[in-house]
Structures are given as structure tokens and as C-alpha cells.
């Protein structure tokens, strides 16, 4: 017996997606846009400047400091993949093992990270980098590793990793929520089948639950690039970009060339080529990923 | 019937809001009439940084003139955002962007070229010439940073050295020295001695990435280079950042960071930190410009302030600038939108006036600050010594250009990042690769 609802009129559904059409025209069509129109001037803001055609564009591809920015990125993405999925990968298997206490305690714990503003990460691992009070130095100093003690984020050479690990440390919350629900859908007839065979908590691991949410990790790996090419505002708040382009990324490039050196016409063919490797990234990705399976 | 009706009463409200959003730059509709007085309320945006818990002069006195201005005007509503320094600049320049600035604002002179350029800001020549006693009343040079080809974009509230050396006597003397050194080399000596001694040489929070521009490079940069160099540099009659003498510059800097005379955390705290260590008695000196006497005043422990004392950067070996010059200028001025008209502009330029005059300065100068026009009567009993030292010392050197003043945002964008790196001694950044940079960005803006 099917019963069916009636078929409601194209006023009332088109009523219904107008707020999500509006809100999605406004703030990501529209500034879209007019992004490509400003990057195809000379506009240092107020009066309109001279049409330039593509040549901020030619200028863009020749700008060291755009590569380094994105190289930054692609550094940024790599450690987060690592840190973030694995580790987070990692505390599903380990929050689903029959021995673990206050479940739920642990799981809330791990995601509170995700739902604190960057701004508030940043500034609160600024203070946990400082020099003289902050609790990174202090901890090393009382085990007696002060020699490990370094200029958290005033030496070139590590200040990219040490803005990263707040980055990393804030999202395996959200992938292990991910990753537990996915554990939860694998059915529990498939691990009492490998248990009467002998397989092991690391077997059972490797064997039965990576295979069974390589889509979920798929997903996973998409949210994470995604996330990591438009990271913003804890570098901005931690170091600026700084010390010198050190931990530039391409969106703080892109701020600084716009707000900084007030060339917003430059600053959007920033923000565009930001977005053509994004997207470029993320389709190599999915077109490697998609080999294994078809 | 009643269809139209709420149609038409839907019409209005939403007009309504977007009248009032536009609002703010239109006198306000007549019908909004203050209480008691039949006068119209008129509504001022007013950006700054007077921070209401800085210790700082220029804040202090802003804040209290302020609260006056609004119980002199009841009918003027000041809708106020105070930020500091750094997000101020910030702020500005990205309202600026999309045609958005406040009715009344702080001003940075660097910007006072493109604001004027776009049309952005009113020129306030004809307002300064209407009243006489006010624009007399400024400090002849304090227009300096903002004058751009005759027209004056804001009207200074400081008159300052952006590069003072903040010395403790009593350090240097256990090192032997009894007055600051006179020599770079002297210096070099010194704060080698307090790197054994285990004080921090110099302390520097370049966070925010001016502080070496302004309290050290333009400073040390005209004692190599002469302010005729900038002056030609700023007229593009010729000069070029990869000269020999700003090269050197540079190469000094380099020597300094080098040798380890600066706190390892240099880059990741900002100059209101930088003076932590030096209050603490931790550190040998500090650079900054007048504007923290006021706050040295106040927060420094006794012991510490009554061995502070003033001195310029010392001269160097062969240098073209003079010895007693230092970086300076006014930097800072109140601007007026350019889009304000008749009983809003009147009220805008009230302010300015009271913010920027007489009255300004005298309540400066008794809390150890100068402003951009002349105290004329003040308590000097009031005065702090540290504050004569320095009225002393302003008055016996020459101010030459403060580059991140003078020079356009690109330029002091790569300038300002590549000082970052070459005050890190592992970085590898030489100070002939940083002086092609800014050459570069020089060319290209």
C-alpha cells in the first residue's frame, strides 16, 4: 500500500529554499563574483582603478610569495591528514574497546576543542608558546629537557609546525565523532566472526574496521584539505604570518596583500587562485582515490 | 483591503530600516529631536585607540576629553569603537576599502595619500584657515606627515620621536659605562657585556611589526644614510634602498641580532611586552618612541624609573646623518570623513578641534606626553622628571622622517617582514638580499 503526500505547490518549495538560496547568493555567489571583477583591475580601493585583463593573473603566477604561501598549505594539510585523521583514527578503535571508562566523558572532552573560536586557540596557545610563563617551557624546564626549549614561534625553521600542532590538536575532535559514528554502522557480526577466528584488537583494526570506513575516511580526507587551504585565523592571531612570510598562508597572503599593501584588486586574483588550487587539489585527490575503488 | 494595508505597513517598515541604515552619514531626520532642547540629535562615528585602561598621555587625556565633549553637547551622540594600535590600523585601512570610514577617525600618515587620492577624507585646509588661533596653535612641523601637496589630511594629536633609547643607568653603570655610549662600537661593547652578565640586552616585542621600523631602522637609518638620502628616496630623485649606506644599515642590525642583543622572543610579543623585561630589571634597555614616558611613569617599579633614563641611538663610524637627530614626527592625526555636511560636520570639527588643540596639549604635557599643538600653560610642577629628560632631548634633536610614516603600505610591508627575519639569527636572511626586496617593492609601487 503506498500512500503518498500531496504534492505540494512550486511556490511553497521554492518559498521554503528561498532563505537558503538568499544566504548562499549573499555571502558566497555574489562576493564570488565580484571578486573576479576586482581582480581584473588596478583598484586600490574608493575609485574604481584601470582595467588590467589578466595581467594580475600573469603577475600571480610569477609571485614567489604566493608559491611559498601555498607551500605552506600543502604542509599545514599534510601534517593535519596525518595528526588529525590518524590520531583521531586511532581514539575511535581505542574509545570503542570494551575496557574504556567514562565514554562519553572522553568523546565530549575531545570535541570541545572544535567548538572554541580560533581566535581563542590562537591566543591561548600564544600564551602557552611564551618564553618566560608559558606552561609548554615550564613543563619541559621541571623534566629536566630545558634544552629542548626553543623560540616556539620566532624561529623560521619551526614556527610552521608549531602553529600547526593548535590546528591539529582542535579538529580530531570532529573526525573521531565521525570516525565513531562509521564504527558504530560496522556490523558487530562481522568482529565476532574474526574473534572466533583469533584475530586481535590490532588485527581486527587493520582487517575489518579500515577497510569498512574507507568512504567515511574518504570523506574525511576531503573535509580536511578543504579545511586546511582556507586556514586563516589562528596563524593570524598566533604569529601573523610571521616571523618574515614563515607562516604565511595563502589566505593571510592574500589579507595581506589586499588590507596590508591596499592592492585589492591583486589581493582578489589572491583570493581566486586560492580557489583554483583548492578546487585543483581536491579533484587530483579524489581522481586517485576513486582509482583504487573503480 | 486589509491585504494592502499590510502590505503597504510592510513596505514602510522596511524602508524605514533602510533609511536608518544610511543614516549615519545624513543629518538626522527632524522628527528626532532631543529631549527638553529643541535641537536635532546628530549622530558621530568616532574610531580610535583610546583605550580607557592604557596609561599612555595621549589616551588619558583623549578619554577625558571625550566625556567632556559629551556633557557640553548632549545633543551629539557618539557612537565610539576604541581598538588597539595594531587592529586600528588594520580596521581602518579595510573600512577604507569598501568606502565605510567613520565619521571622525585616527589617522595613519602613511595612509593620508590614498585616503586623499580616493577621495576618502576632506582636506581640512579651509577649516584650519577659518580659524586662525587653532591652526597656529599646531607645531609648525607637525604637519609635515601630513601634507600631501599642500593639503592637509588631519590634524596631528602627537608630535613625537618614534626612537628613544629607555636606558637603566644602573646596569650600564656596572658595566662600566657612566652615561650611554656615544659610539656604535661602545654600544657593541656594552650589551655584549650584559649578554655575560646574563641581562637581556635590548629588549623587543616586534610582533606587530613596526617597532623595528620605527624605533630602530629609522632611526639608525639616517645615521648612516642622511636624511638627504630618505628625502631623495622620497621624491624618487634617485636614491635607492640597495646603497651602500642603508645597506649598512641593515648590516648593523644584523650585527646586533647576531650577536644575540635581543630577547629570543622577540617576534611573538608586542612593545607594550617588550617593556615587561625592562621594568623587571631583566633587560639593559628597550626602544621606543615619546609616547611611553607617560606609561614608563606609571608602571615602572620606583627603583627601575629612577634609573631610567633617555638617550638617542649613538652615531656610527663614517655615518652621513647627524648625531643628535632622531626619527620622528607627528604620525597620528584626527580626519574627517569626506561625506560629512552641514550640522554634522560642524559638530565633527568641534571635536576635532578640542581633541587636537590647545586644551589637548596643556593636559598632555602635565602627564609627560606632547601633542600635536603647543602647551601653553601647565602645571610643570606636575612633571615627572623623566618627562623634562625628554622635553630636553626633543628639543635638542633634529626629527628626520620616520620611514613607515612616509612610505607607501607596500613598501613597508616587505620592509617591515623582512626585518622580522633578519632580527632572527638562524634565518639566513642577509641584509643585501632585504635591501633588493624593498628595492623591488619600491619599483613596483
Redesign the interface.
Known amino acids: 500500500m503506498e500512500r503518498t503526500l500531496p504534492k505540494p505547490k512550486g511556490i511553497v518549495i521554492f518559498g521554503f529554499l528561498l532563505p537558503g538560496i538568499l544566504i548562499n547568493l549573499f555571502i558566497i555567489v555574489i562576493p564570488l563574483i565580484l571578486a573576479i571583477y576586482f581582480s581584473l583591475y588596478k583598484f586600490t580601493g574608493g575609485i574604481m582603478g584601470d582595467f588590467v585583463g589578466l595581467s594580475n593573473y600573469a603577475q600571480l603566477v610569477k609571485d614567489g610569495k604566493f608559491w611559498n604561501s601555498f607551500k605552506n598549505n600543502l604542509v599545514i594539510t599534510g601534517l593535519s591528514i596525518v595528526g588529525q585523521l590518524g590520531f583521531a583514527f586511532v581514539l575511535a578503535i581505542v574509545l570503542q574497546s570494551k575496557w574504556v571508562k567514562f565514554r562519553e566523558f572522553h568523546r565530549t572532552v575531545i570535541f570541545l576543542p572544535v567548538v572554541l573560536p580560533a581566535v581563542v586557540v590562537g591566543f591561548v596557545w600564544t600564551l602557552m608558546y611564551n618564553k618566560d610563563y608559558g606552561i609548554l617551557n615550564k613543563l619541559l624546564s621541571s623534566i629536566g629537557l630545558s634544552s629542548w626549549i626553543q623560540p616556539w614561534l620566532d624561529d623560521p625553521g619551526i614556527v610552521l609546525y608549531s602553529v600547526t600542532a593548535p590546528i591539529i590538536w582542535q579538529f580530531i575532535g570532529l573526525y573521531l565523532i565521525i570516525f565513531m559514528s562509521a564504527i558504530q554502522n560496522i556490523s558487530s557480526e562481522i568482529y565476532e566472526v574474526a574473534e572466533i577466528d583469533g584475530a586481535t584488537g590490532l588485527r581486527k583494526a587493520i582487517y575489518i574496521t579500515l577497510p569498512m570506513l574507507a568512504d567515511t575516511i574518504k570523506v574525511a580526507l576531503m573535509l580536511c584539505i578543504a579545511g586546511n587551504m582556507k586556514i586563516f585565523d589562528n596563524i593570524f592571531v598566533m604569529t601573523g604570518g610571521g616571523p618574515g612570510d614563515s607562516s604565511t598562508v595563502m589566505a593571510q597572503y592574500a589579507y595581506n596583500v589586499s588590507f596590508g599593501q591596499f592592492r585589492l584588486g591583486y589581493g582578489s586574483a589572491v583570493s581566486i587562485g586560492m580557489i583554483i588550487l583548492s578546487l585543483l587539489l581536491v579533484l587530483v585527490i579524489r581522481r586517485l582515490m576513486g582509482g583504487t575503488n573503480r | 483591503m486589509k491585504r494592502t494595508y499590510k502590505m503597504l505597513s510592510a513596505v514602510l517598515i522596511g524602508a524605514s530600516m533602510l533609511l536608518s541604515a544610511c543614516g549615519g552619514n545624513n543629518a538626522a531626520p527632524s522628527g528626532n529631536a532631543a529631549a527638553g532642547s529643541g535641537e536635532k540629535t546628530i549622530e558621530l562615528t568616532l574610531t580610535n585607540s583610546w583605550s580607557s585602561t592604557s596609561t599612555q598621555a595621549v589616551d588619558v587625556v583623549r578619554r577625558k576629553l571625550i566625556d567632556e565633549y559629551k556633557a557640553e553637547n548632549p545633543n551629539v551622540k557618539i557612537s565610539e569603537e576604541t581598538l588597539d594600535n595594531a587592529s586600528l590600523k ?1 580596521k581602518i ?2 573600512l ?4 565605510n570610514l567613520p565619521d571622525v577617525f585616527m589617522l595613519l600618515g602613511s595612509d593620508a595619500r ?2 586623499l ?4 577624507i576632506m582636506p581640512l585646509n579651509d577649516i584650519l584657515d577659518e580659524d586662525k588661533e587653532w591652526k597656529d596653535g599646531f607645531i609648525p612641523a607637525a604637519f609635515n606627515d601630513f601634507d600631501v601637496d599642500g593639503q592637509i589630511a588631519g590634524a596631528p594629536i602627537q608630535m613625537t620621536s618614534t626612537s628613544f633609547v629607555y636606558y637603566n643607568a644602573e646596569i650600564f653603570k656596572n658595566v662600566g659605562y657612566e652615561t650611554f655610549p656615544a659610539t656604535w662600537d661602545e654600544l657593541i661593547d656594552a650589551l655584549a657585556k650584559f649578554k655575560e652578565m646574563g641581562i637581556t640586552p635590548i629588549s623587543m616585542g616586534n ?3 613596526w617597532v623595528a621600523g620605527s624605533s630602530l631602522l629609522s632611526a639608525l637609518g639616517d645615521r648612516f644614510t642622511g636624511t638627504d638620502w630618505f628625502n631623495s628616496i622620497r621624491d624618487r630623485q634617485g636614491a635607492s634602498f640597495t646603497d651602500q649606506p642603508f645597506i649598512d644599515a641593515l648590516t648593523a642590525i644584523k650585527q646586533l641580532s647576531d650577536m644575540g642583543a635581543f ?7 608586542d612593545h607594550t611586552q617588550q617593556r615587561t623585561a625592562f621594568y623587571n630589571g631583566q633587560a639593559a634597555m628597550f626602544l621606543e618612541g615619546g609616547w611611553a614616558v607617560s606609561s614608563v611613569v606609571n608602571d615602572a617599579p620606583k627603583e627601575v624609573l629612577d634609573n631610567t633614563h633617555l638617550a638617542l641611538l649613538p652615531s656610527v663610524n663614517g655615518g652621513a646623518g647627524e648625531a643628535w637627530a632622531t626619527a620622528g614626527g607627528s604620525g597620528w592625526a584626527i580626519a574627517l570623513n569626506s561625506n560629512l555636511e552641514g550640522e554634522e560636520l560642524e559638530a565633527a570639527v568641534k571635536l576635532v578641534k578640542l581633541l587636537s588643540g590647545e586644551k589637548a596639549a596643556n593636559m598632555s604635557a602635565e602627564l609627560g606626553d606632547s601633542s600635536g599643538s603647543i602647551a601653553t600653560d601647565y602645571d610643570k610642577s606636575k612633571s615627572t622628571p623623566l618627562f623634562l629628560e625628554y622635553l630636553d632631548l626633543l628639543e635638542k634633536s633634529k626629527m628626520t622622517p620616520v620611514y613607515d610614516i612616509h612610505l607607501a ?2 613598501i613597508i ?1 616587505v620592509m617591515n ?2 626585518l ?2 633578519l ?2 639569527p ?2 639566513g ?1 642577509t641584509p643585501e638580499k632585504l635591501a633588493e626586496e624593498i628595492q623591488e617593492a619600491y619599483e613596483n609601487s
Open positions: 588594520t585601512k579595510t577604507a576599502a569598501g568606502n590614498m585616503f587620492d580616493n577621495g576618502l610582533k606587530d611589526q630577547n629570543s622572543d622577540i617576534n611573538s610579543i603600505p607596500s610591508q617582514k623582512g622580522q627575519e632580527l632572527i638562524s634565518s636572511k
